[in-house]
């Protein structure tokens, strides 16, 4: 058994597929238009064969009570890994990103949280060297 896709509801998906692309770096996999939606995915660049994070319409009348709750509890929907949880904080916020959590020791690992301006919080970690 392997992860092959994980979804994130996004407010709007043109508007996550820019943020998720030019200022997170990821690149886009799908674009595949359903309707007034699309299958869009996005991957890492070094992981292109990798699994994919699929930009899903926030839609359904769950999602917002479920982020809303999230949100107000600080709690991440979503956790990336990164090489180096300062610096890719001093990039981001350099790019306007907000984080609602700085980059914090949690002892084998430094974290971090921003929101992803989608409504979602997403957490980034390494591990410690």
């Known amino acids: 058994m392997r992860i092959n896709l994980v979804s994130v509801f ?4 043109r508007k996550a597929l820019t943020f998720y692309t030019d200022v997170l770096g990821f690149v886009k996999k799908h674009d595949v238009p359903l309707g ?3 299958w869009l995915t996005v991957v890492s660049p070094e992981r292109p064969d990798g699994p994919e994070l699929l930009l899903e319409p926030s839609g359904h009348p769950a999602v917002k009570p479920y982020r809303d709750a999230l949100v107000e509890d600080g709690i991440p929907l979503v956790q990336f890994e990164v090489d180096d949880v300062a610096a890719e904080h001093e990039r981001l916020t350099a790019q306007g990103v907000e984080f609602t959590h700085p980059p914090t020791d949690i002892g084998l690992n430094l974290m971090a949280v921003f929101d992803d301006t989608c409504g ?3 957490q980034i970690i390494s591990a410690k060297s």
């Open 36 to 38: 007034d939606a699309a």
């Open 10 to 13: 996004v407010d709007d998906q």
């Open 120 to 122: 979602n919080l997403v």
